[in-house]
């Protein structure tokens, strides 16, 4: 570069701001990570966390069972559904420029919990080929239910932010009620623990679904960081994206996928959990701004530490009783939302 | 002979679903006509003439149904989208609002077309665009959210994207209609710098016919999507011919630098 100043022209900056914002989030993941290993509901002391991390213990012992058999994996699902959530929520946001937008809002979280329990009445239970299945399925219903909204919005000047909302907030009645006749219906013992799922449950996964899930979740978000500079195109509309060289059909398409794919992934892992992909990108962009290159890739480490964070209060708050993680991000996200859409509705 | 930068070869478009259109029902039919190098060319033409649609069928957002649209010699549905970008830069009439980027994160997105796989745009993506900002004298508001600036703002914010773009042809939709007219004779006065000192070939859609007669070499006339004529400013804005397009009465007189200066006449009855 010129050695004047470049003043107004901070391009070349970005790459170190990102890099700097993923270090610190970084840590803040491992810390988030390391406190969460070392809180729960079964008594153990510090050091023997430590003992059954490090391999110096017992594999049957307490300490190894409750930290590797079940806080680990925890951990490990929080993370995978935390970040695929909220970059889930950057995508619908980007596509329908609304930032209220966000995967259980518009619905595609029900729909997707819609397929996992067609799944299961299905017989799909355990297993790594049932996971896949359960996971098609999931992907399937949130696909559904995002293309009956965007079809239900869909006006001649674009998608209206009102009717969006309500379109969501309806298809997502639509498939709970849908989801209440499977239960109503089919034999109780075929839909084992499904109540607790319903509410977002990070129970203990064993390690070849969590393998499926993050890869499934990485698939995701790659595709939204590769569109990311797309995305931002698109607030200029789908006619000025296209003048610009943006294939503004395939963009959408690809997103709405990636978006479907993450929403769907992250149902048939650990249920519904709501309302991550509004709180963590609206965070995010008072801190990193509203370029989606910069957005995508730190929601996906945010949304990782804010679920872990949430679980590990639903984990210890009422012990030795656990909440669902989906409590706690529903108690912060519906007044979240709330509030975002009055400083919406307020005149600049 | 070199050939004419753009040339619409008998180019027919009708919208297919016309219920977007509320009911009406509307085509293009047979357009031909050229656009020179380095000319400033005007298309101007009643509403619903196709002045919008012709932008669109350029920039390829529409796709003729007959005819085809050659772009330095190359039929327009052989480029990739970002081929096509490179060479022609749009300036919209307005940008969307809100929108939540700054003047410098606009203008930096006309750099896609240059590197679409490139994630962040390099040193001569941003020289680029800050000589965008130079010519269009934004560069202290730089930082500035688009949604904080005056009307004349925005519009020297959108020219500046698509000069960032570095197109050999530069379109603009209704470039004044927002501004004011110390804005609207400072746009006049940078449109015809930049078509004087960089040779850039100017597409100008316009409501404003003695705005258009002012800046380009030649004009095209639209009629419910046909052409009525295509010229010199003199020789399309012609008392007699207006009339009959726009349906009004109207007086054709000279400016002060010679072109036609269009009149409404008010007369009762």
Redesign the interface.
Known sequence: ?SGAP???????G??RRLALALAVLGGVLLAAGVVALFVGSAALSPAAVARALSGRADAASVESVVTLGLRLPRVAAAVLAGGALAVAGVGFQALT?NPLAEPSVLGVSSGAAFGVVLAQILGLQTGLVAAVGVAAFAFAGALLAAGIVYVVARA?AGLAVQTLLLAGVIVGIFFSAAITVIISIVDFNRLSGVIHWLLGNLAPLPSASLALFAVLAGVGVWLMVRH???L??L???E??A??????AERLKRRVFAAAALLTGTVVAFTGPIGFVGLIVPHVLRGIVG??N?LLVPTSAVAGAVFLLAADTLARNVVAPAELSVGVITAFCGAPFFVWVLRARARP? | MMSALVEFRGVGFAYARPAERAGRAFAMRDVSFTIERAEIFGVVGPNSAGKTSLLRLLTRVLVPERGAIMLDGCDLATLRPWELARAVGVVPQEAPRPFPFTVEQLVLMGRYPHAPRRFFEDATDAAAARSAMLATDLLPLARVPLDELSGGERQRALLARALAQEPRLLVLDEPTAHLDLRYQAETAVLLRRLNRERDMTILLVSHDLNLAAELCDRLVLLRAGTIARVGAPAEVLEAGLLEEVFNCRVVVDKSASGRPLVQLTYERG
């Open positions: 570069m470049d003043r107004g022209v901070r391009a070349t970005d790459a420029r001649p990311a500079r797309e931002n195109l607030a200029l509309g006619e000025a296209t003048q610009l060289g943006v294939d509203q370029d290159r600049a």
